[in-house]
Nanobody, 123 residues
Framework: QVQLVESGGGLVQAGGSLRLSCAAS????????MGWFRQAPGKERDFVSA????????YYADSVKGRFTISRDNAKNMVYLQMDSLKPEDTAVYYCASALSYSAFQRRDIESWGKGTLVTVSS
């Protein structure tokens, strides 16, 4: 049974930082592209970032480029999202996701989802 468990969300002031973590189990982690989506209240779930199987390639939504950094540790089955210079508009539930390729992320053809962690950025 595949499990993706997010942690690290919370309340932070604008300009602050948070680091999200996603612990994966039940899958051949190093063979999956991993990434993050987010969903703000009343809005659709949007792509945030993804990282290739070995971590050589990273992808970001324009809204977070230069502020967020994705990384992974295949030895620990972990993926991380370092979020800096946070803005109130970053407030959302952040979901960890796995897919077979980056194009699958683009198509939202997601193999597994986590349950999400809430990030709230106050102004």
């Amino acid at each position: 049974q595949v499990q993706l468990v997010e942690s690290g969300g919370g309340l932070v002031q604008a300009g602050g930082s948070l680091r999200l973590s996603c612990a994966a189990s039940g899958l051949a982690f190093s063979t999956y592209v991993m990434g993050w989506f987010r969903q703000a209240p009343g809005k659709e779930r949007d792509f945030v970032s993804a990282i290739s199987t070995r971590g050589y390639s990273t992808y970001y939504a324009d809204s977070v480029k230069g502020r967020f950094t994705i990384s992974r540790d295949n030895a620990k089955n972990m993926v991380y999202l370092q979020m800096d210079s946070l803005k109130p508009e970053d407030t959302a539930v952040y979901y960890c996701a796995s897919a077979l390729s980056y194009s699958a992320f683009q198509r939202r053809d997601i193999e597994s989802w986590g349950k999400g962690t809430l990030v709230t950025v106050s102004s």
